[in-house]
Nanobody, 115 residues
Framework: QVQLVESGGGLVQAGGSLRLSCAAS????????MGWFRQAPGKQRELVAT???????NYADSVKGRFTISREHAKNAVYLQMNSLKPEDTAVYYC?????????WGQGTQVTVSS
């Protein structure tokens, strides 16, 4: 079992920045990939960014060049630095961890970008 706790969401004006953090606990040594997903009202949950245990990253086209995912193994944490935020980035952001074929999710943190 893996437990994930997100923090760092909030309200920001368009063009601003936020940094999301996710702390993992439990069977952390079995985690392969981690990532961030988001879900806006009335929309499906979508991938934002992922990072493997080796550090390879993948981003949604909509956030490339603006968001950066990073992972700190010593703290069992993953981060999402979000710059140049847009109103369309408004959503609940979820941390995700992959253990073999099982996905674990955090409770989510709200990000609201005002225009």
């Amino acid at each position: 079992q893996v437990q994930l706790v997100e923090s760092g969401g909030g309200l920001v004006q368009a063009g601003g920045s936020l940094r999301l953090s996710c702390a993992a606990s439990g069977s952390i040594f079995s985690i392969s990939g981690m990532g961030w997903f988001r879900q806006a009202p009335g929309k499906q949950r979508e991938l934002v960014a992922t990072i493997t245990s080796g550090g390879s990253t993948n981003y949604a086209d909509s956030v490339k060049g603006r968001f950066t995912i990073s992972r700190e193994h010593a703290k069992n944490a993953v981060y999402l630095q979000m710059n140049s935020l847009k109103p369309e980035d408004t959503a609940v952001y979820y941390c995700n961890a992959l253990v073999r074929t099982t996905q674990y999710w955090g409770q989510g943190t709200q990000v609201t970008v005002s225009s």
